[in-house]
């Protein structure tokens, strides 16, 4: 039986300390966001490369690769290794030309041509650099 992009997330997120998840920065995306965040690419009728950094379970590359031409592959970099292994089980129920790198991006030397590029940035508040001048009149 296959197990869903958003099923293999939500075991995911259940299983991620929040120590883990702050120091790391990271923030599985939902399977609603995933597929909002897709359906912004311009559609193609030739295969893209698409670019995931900080993959996580694979589930936002999962959804362009659902909306991308056949033949499109992926290649995505996670440094967390239970997370990698759950981005390759994703991304293999929806794409052949698949490579999972288990390391940071930072460490990561890749192929500079992708034609998709897709990240979800670290959630983390940050103070609000004006907040000094809103006082002020």
């Known amino acids: 039986m296959r197990t869903s992009a958003a099923e293999i ?4 997120a259940a299983t991620l300390s929040s120590e883990t998840q702050q120091r790391l920065e990271q923030f599985l995306t939902p399977a609603p ?3 909002q965040a897709a359906s912004l690419f311009t559609p193609t009728h030739q295969p893209v490369r698409i670019l995931d950094l900080g993959s996580g379970t694979g589930i936002l590359a999962a959804a362009v690769t659902e909306r991308s031409a056949d033949g499109s592959s992926v290649v995505a970099v996670e440094q967390d290794a239970n ?4 981005s390759k089980r994703t991304l293999s129920q929806v794409c052949h ?3 999972v790198i288990n390391a940071s991006v ?5 192929d500079p041509v992708f034609d998709r590029v897709i990240l979800n940035p670290p959630y ?7 907040s000094h001048k809103r006082g002020r009149r």
Do not use: G, Y
Request: proline share 8%; no cysteine.
């Open 97 to 99: 030309n698949t490579k």
């Open 9 to 12: 997330r939500d075991r995911a």
């Open 33 to 35: 966001v995933a597929d």
């Open 106 to 110: 930072f460490e990561t030397l890749l």
């Open 83 to 86: 997370l990698a292994a759950d």
């Open 124 to 130: 983390k508040n940050q103070p609000d650099p004006h």
